[in-house]
């Protein structure tokens, strides 16, 4: 079954400290992918896409995402993370099905904490 | 700012009322879509409109109703709600629908049904 996995549901990191988290997909084509971030209480923001090209993309707010095509991931890193980034990540996947149509899948989401 | 506004920002609601939720974007977006979001539970797309005409509807009861009168505005009727209908409802809009479309959120409105 075609699906979005983000095998971690909550991580605690201290501030300063770099940031991984991490996404994989199983589609038979490589799809568009996504990152968005959700504070509490508000809607769903776009960090960063990749279509096609360069492997590594750079999204807002310093992060970037890379493209693992052989491992099938989409990693969303911050090589050094504020108190203003706790909120809930979620891993996102554009497909064209042969219906036509074209949902956005999502996974499930993993919940940062910042430690000071 | 996202330029998808949502009204109300929270709602409570018994079982019997009817209500409806409003989603305006400024973005000139021609795609809409109405998600669910509950605690615990993956993003659950529930109607998609690509300029005016519904192209999506996920198996979502009848008690939700959507309208799309204009490309920029979507309504979510609700009658008859079932308390497991309590969630946080997300539109989206697109400037077309496609796989590659990255899709822009109002801030949702959080349904309690009493």
């Known amino acids: 079954a075609q699906s979005v996995t983000q095998p971690d549901i909550h991580i605690t990191v201290s501030e300063g400290a770099s940031l991984e988290l991490r996404c994989n997909y199983s589609y038979g084509a490589t799809p568009y992918l996504f990152w968005y971030v959700q504070s509490p209480g508000q809607g769903l923001q776009l960090l960063l896409k990749y279509f096609s090209g360069d492997t590594l993309v750079q999204g807002i707010k310093g992060f970037e995402a890379e493209f693992k095509r052989s491992q099938s991931s989409f990693n969303l890193r911050k090589p050094s993370v504020h108190w203003s980034d706790a909120a809930e990540y979620f891993c996102?996947?554009?497909?064209?099905?042969?219906?036509?149509?074209?949902?956005?899948?999502f996974g499930k989401g993993t919940r940062l904490s910042v430690i000071a | 700012e996202t330029g998808v506004t949502q009204t109300p920002r929270h709602l409570v609601m018994g079982m019997t009322n009817k209500k409806s939720l409003k989603c305006e974007q400024h973005l000139g977006h021609n795609a809409m879509y109405w998600y669910k979001q509950s605690a615990k539970k993956p993003l659950e797309l529930m109607f998609v409109?690509?300029?005016?005409?519904?192209?999506e509807n996920n198996s979502v009861p009848s008690r939700f109703s959507p309208e799309c009168p204009n490309s920029s505005h979507l309504f979510l009727h609700l009658h008859t709600l079932q308390p497991e209908d309590s969630a946080l409802y997300l539109c989206a809009s697109s400037p077309l629908l496609g796989a590659n479309q990255p899709q822009h959120f109002g801030d949702g409105t959080r349904l309690s049904i009493l």
């Open positions: 996102a996947v554009g497909l064209t099905l042969n219906s036509g149509n074209t949902p956005l899948v």
């Open positions: 409109y690509n300029f005016k005409e519904q192209t």
